[in-house]
């Protein structure tokens, strides 16, 4: 199974908004509505940010949403604050019962 | 507090075998799914294996299926995972995360990670 695809990077101010894509296939992110989003800092384990495309688990800021549109599935970070630099991660379900991740994608706030 | 603590990594030779364990506390064990990812070093994560609350079904990725099991005890809290035929581009954290239940290979709880190192 591939990798899904994010971008390296992405970068914004505080205050503003930033979204970060995934992008997979039918078999994968197009296929299920099982998309999940984590946020990881450096030295740290990754925390489960979005679940199921769009839910927040317990605790999570409602500053993150995340959606689903076909193969692509999308983190947004409203409001952007410092701690909210990190590394992010997005994953799915696939057809073949296992999960994928997604390469990664450093947010840089400015 | 709901707790994972992975231990048993370390240094490896090529070819090499390690077993690594998490052990979990402050829920039931027994009603998870469990999971193991690893993420070398200054790279993704990538998800290895997964195994049902009762064991019934066990899964890996094709990058260690034939080399890693993957096997819990439920009485003991614990999860393992036994790696034989070691290989360099196994070099990596690994950590233990639980599926949270509501959901489908959603991870709510991590471990710290434990660190193997594949090397001569």
């Known amino acids: 199974q591939s990798a899904l695809t994010q971008p390296a990077s992405v970068s914004g101010s505080p205050g503003q908004s930033i979204t970060i894509s995934c992008t997979g296939t039918?078999?994968?992110?197009?296929?299920?509505?099982?998309v999940s989003w984590y946020q990881q800092h450096p030295g740290k384990a990754p925390k489960l940010m979005i679940y199921?495309?769009?839910n927040r688990p317990s605790g999570v800021s409602n500053r993150f949403s995340g959606s689903k549109s076909g193969n692509t599935a999308s983190l947004t970070i409203s409001g952007l604050q410092a701690e909210d630099e990190a590394d992010y991660y997005c994953s799915s379900y696939t057809s073949s019962s296992t999960p994928v991740f997604g390469g990664g994608t450093k947010l840089t706030v400015l | 507090e709901v707790q994972l603590v992975e231990s048993g990594g370390g240094l490896v030779k090529p070819g090499g075998s390690l077993r690594l364990s998490c052990a979990a506390s402050g829920f039931t064990f027994s009603s998870y799914s469990m999971n193991w990812v690893r993420q070398a070093p200054g790279k993704g994560l990538e998800w290895v294996s997964s195994?049902?609350?009762?064991?019934?079904?066990?899964y890996y990725a094709d990058s260690v299926k034939g080399r890693f099991t993957i096997s819990r005890d439920n009485a003991k809290n614990s999860l393992y995972l036994q790696m034989n035929s070691l290989r360099a581009e196994d070099t990596a954290v690994y950590y233990c995360?639980?599926?949270?239940?509501?959901?489908?290979?959603?991870?709510?709880?991590w471990g710290q990670g434990t660190m193997v190192t594949v090397s001569s």
């Open positions: 199921d495309v769009s």
């Open positions: 039918s078999s994968d992110v197009g296929g299920y509505n099982y």
């Open positions: 195994i049902s609350s009762s064991s019934s079904y066990i």
């Open positions: 995360a639980r599926d949270l239940a509501v959901a489908t290979d959603a991870f709510d709880i």
